[in-house]
Nanobody, 114 residues
Framework: QVQVVESGGGLVQPGGSLRLSCVVS????????IGWFRQVPGKEREGISC?????????SYADSVKGRFTLSRDTVKNTLNLEMNSLKPEDTAVYYC??????WGQGTQVTVGS
């Protein structure tokens, strides 16, 4: 059984940094594509970054986070990490990890404010 669990959210001041982690259990993390999405109340879930399946994988970012967020995959720990720098209030959302276009985590709240 596949499980996807996110961690690392919290409250941070504008301009600050956070690191989100997503652990996949029950399958190899690089067997399918995996990525991060975020959602604010009243809006659709937005894809922000993903990496394709395979040994190396290719990474893509939404324009809204390009240059500020960095995605990395650790196949030893079966984990996907998202380094978020220069955070803005508009980055405030619940962040979700998705593996294989099918499995979702429970989400982790990121709040950017003073």
């Amino acid at each position: 059984q596949v499980q996807v669990v996110e961690s690392g959210g919290g409250l941070v001041q504008p301009g600050g940094s956070l690191r989100l982690s997503c652990v996949v259990s029950g399958y190899l993390v690089n067997y399918y594509a995996i990525g991060w999405f975020r959602q604010v109340p009243g809006k659709e879930r937005e894809g922000i970054s993903c990496i394709s399946s395979g040994g190396v994988g290719s990474t893509s970012y939404a324009d809204s986070v390009k240059g500020r967020f960095t995605l990395s995959r650790d196949t030893v720990k079966n984990t996907l990490n998202l380094e978020m720098n220069s955070l803005k209030p508009e980055d405030t959302a619940v962040y979700y990890c998705n593996w294989g276009h099918q499995y979702w985590g429970q989400g982790t709240q990121v709040t950017v404010g003073s």
